[in-house]
């Protein structure tokens, strides 16, 4: 499946949600439902498989940062003064389309994009979480807190 180009609604499985804010990257533009990594620097872009980008997990709260400038977090514990940031789910079981390999439970589950995964390695095997169930033939559930 191509990469995003709106938000979505993903389908997961019932769970406490884990909500990481994370700031945007200048020029990220970030959709709901979206595999989410973080950068070298910490801030949210959208999962690839990309050299030196940590999964983080699904967006909740998508953001259009295309023609702004790198957002932060704030210096209150509420936020209050954060900038251009987004809401991830670090938790949870997620469906997400996947374009190659066979996947099996408990194997780990590689970033194509922020809306497909591989069972097969890529080449930079960025690991998106743990493959847990089957939906169907192209489709599967990964936990993103498992890595």
Same mark, same amino acid.
């Given at each position: 499946?191509?990469?995003l180009t709106?938000?979505? %609604?993903?389908?997961?499985? %019932?769970?406490?949600?884990?909500i990481?804010?994370?700031?945007?990257?200048?020029g990220?533009?970030?959709?709901?439902?979206?595999?989410? &990594?973080?950068?070298?620097?910490?801030?949210?872009?959208?999962?690839?498989?990309?050299a030196?980008?940590k999964? %983080?997990?699904?967006?909740?709260?998508?953001?259009?940062? &295309?023609?702004?400038?790198?957002?932060?977090?704030?210096?209150?514990?509420?936020?209050?003064?954060a900038?251009r940031?987004?809401?991830?789910? &670090? %938790?949870?079981?997620?469906?997400?389309?996947?374009?190659?390999?066979?996947?099996?439970?408990?194997a780990?589950?590689?970033?194509?994009?922020?809306?497909?995964?591989?069972?097969?390695?890529? &080449?930079?095997?960025?690991?998106?979480?743990k493959?847990?169930?089957?939906?169907?033939?192209?489709?599967?559930?990964?936990?993103?807190?498992?890595?």
């Amino acid at each position: 499946m191509p990469p995003l180009t709106q938000d979505t %609604q993903r389908t997961w499985a %019932q769970h406490q949600p884990q909500i990481l804010p994370l700031p945007a990257a200048a020029g990220a533009v970030l959709f709901v439902g979206a595999l989410i &990594a973080t950068n070298a620097a910490g801030q949210a872009v959208p999962a690839t498989d990309t050299a030196g980008l940590k999964v %983080q997990g699904v967006c909740r709260e998508g953001l259009n940062n &295309a023609n702004a400038a790198v957002g932060t977090l704030g210096t209150t514990a509420d936020y209050m003064d954060a900038v251009r940031f987004v809401r991830v789910d &670090a %938790q949870g079981e997620w469906l997400f389309d996947v374009s190659a390999g066979v996947p099996a439970p408990g194997a780990p589950a590689f970033v194509v994009n922020d809306n497909t995964v591989s069972a097969a390695p890529t &080449a930079n095997s960025i690991v998106a979480g743990k493959f847990t169930r089957p939906y169907s033939t192209s489709a599967w559930f990964i936990d993103v807190e498992r890595r």
